[in-house]
């Protein structure tokens, strides 16, 4: 069973970083494409970044690109965001999910499995 576990996130001023972890229960051999999805008040959920099972490939937003990176520690089943140079509308409730598809889908309701969610806020 696929259980996810963000931890990672806090307060922080402008220009600072902040690195979420996703930690996946699962430890079978099956690969899973993860992303990180975030959402702020009053606003739909949106696509950040992700990652394909293999590793092979990466998928960011316009918004976070050249600042947001997504990584993986396939030993420790964890996938990373590395926040760099952070800004106020960066603020939002931040969500990693995961599938099982061949292909990475920048939607979220192609993912199953997500995690609870941990606050990123990033002061002026």
């Known amino acids: 069973q696929v259980q996810l576990v963000e931890s990672g996130g806090g307060l922080v001023q402008a220009g600072d970083s902040l690195k979420l972890s996703c930690a996946n229960s699962?430890?079978?051999?099956?690969?899973?494409?993860v992303a990180w999805f975030r959402q702020a008040p009053g606003k739909e959920r949106e696509f950040v970044a992700a990652?394909?099972?293999?590793?092979?490939?990466?998928y960011y937003a316009d918004s976070v690109k050249g600042r947001f990176t997504i990584s993986r520690d396939s030993a420790k089943n964890t996938v990373y965001l590395q926040m760099n140079s952070l800004k106020p509308e960066d603020t939002a409730l931040y969500f990693c999910?995961?599938?099982?598809?061949?292909?990475?889908?920048?939607?979220?309701?192609?993912?199953?499995?997500w995690g609870q969610g941990t606050q990123v806020t990033v002061s002026s």
């Open positions: 999910a995961a599938n099982s598809e061949l292909y990475v889908d920048l939607k979220a309701p192609m993912y199953v499995y």
């Open positions: 699962d430890r079978t051999s099956k690969g899973y494409n």
């Open positions: 990652m394909h099972w293999s590793g092979g490939s990466t």
